[in-house]
């Protein structure tokens, strides 16, 4: 099935650092979301976007909608050991016949070294 | 914990064995989604209900799965004649459509891994 493009893979970092992931898509999107998702659990929303150009934050995290639809980023500022996990972006499309189901990134596995 | 829950958390089986895995969604969501999770992806599309009507199963991969959720709550996923290649994670996510028609984002399970010996 369609995934779409997320990079990087894989990060390892040094605590305190700022981390940066992003996705792209081939196809449009109305809403952008990105999960995080621990071992033993299922992906637990961080952030959702619902127009282009939107750039809104959750605490250490910051996100953003891109102006084309077909791509969006992730920030987090100052890591710490518990930002240890798998993100994943999520494209969806809302509206018309449309009902929303989620297209996902293949994920961004953070390691965060204290 | 008024969470999206589903059982078992863990199932194995032999192969050509029928399995079924229940999700209670969270209370008053209409919107219901199967995804299948295998290592290394993200979660892949499978159903999706509204209410009690399965408005989309183009995402199921035969006719061996098949989905219910006869009363607009609870519902299940059940796999026929199992196979190797069915071994995978299947979560459940449900959402709510508000009455002003907004869409409220998916909120996921913990997930049934499934073993197929």
């Known amino acids: 099935g369609q995934q779409l493009n997320q990079s990087p893979q894989s990060m390892f970092i040094q605590e305190g650092e700022d981390v940066s992931m992003n996705c792209t898509s081939s196809?449009?999107?109305?809403?952008w979301l990105w999960y995080k998702q621990e071992p033993g659990e299922g992906p637990v929303l961080l952030i959702a976007?619902?127009?282009?150009?939107e750039l809104t934050s959750n605490g250490r995290l910051t996100a953003q909608f891109g102006i084309t639809r077909k791509d969006s980023f992730l920030n987090i500022s100052a890591s710490i050991p518990s930002d240890v996990g798998i993100y994943f972006c999520?494209?969806?499309?809302?509206?018309?016949?449309?009902?929303?189901?989620?297209?996902f990134g293949q994920g961004t596995i953070l390691t965060v070294h204290p | 914990d008024t969470g999206v829950s589903q059982d078992p958390r863990h199932k194995i089986t032999k192969r050509g064995q029928n399995v079924t895995f229940r999700c209670d969604p969270i209370s008053e969501h209409n919107r219901l989604y199967w995804y299948r999770q295998t290592l290394g992806q993200g979660p892949e599309f499978l159903t999706y209900?509204?209410?009690?009507?399965?408005?989309?199963k183009s995402g199921l991969p035969n006719d061996r799965f098949s989905a219910e959720r006869p009363e607009g709550s609870i519902s299940t996923l059940t796999i026929q004649r199992t196979e190797q290649r069915d071994s995978a994670m299947y979560r459940c996510?449900?959402?709510?459509?508000?009455?002003?028609?907004?869409?409220?984002?998916?909120?996921f399970g913990d997930g049934t891994r499934l073993s197929i010996l």
């Open positions: 209900f509204n209410y009690e009507a399965q408005q989309d």
């Open positions: 999520a494209g969806q499309l809302i509206g018309g016949t449309s009902y929303g189901k989620l297209t």
């Open positions: 196809s449009i999107f109305n809403t």
């Open positions: 996510a449900s959402s709510l459509r508000a009455r002003d028609y907004s869409n409220q984002p998916q909120h």
């Open positions: 976007l619902y127009k282009a150009g």
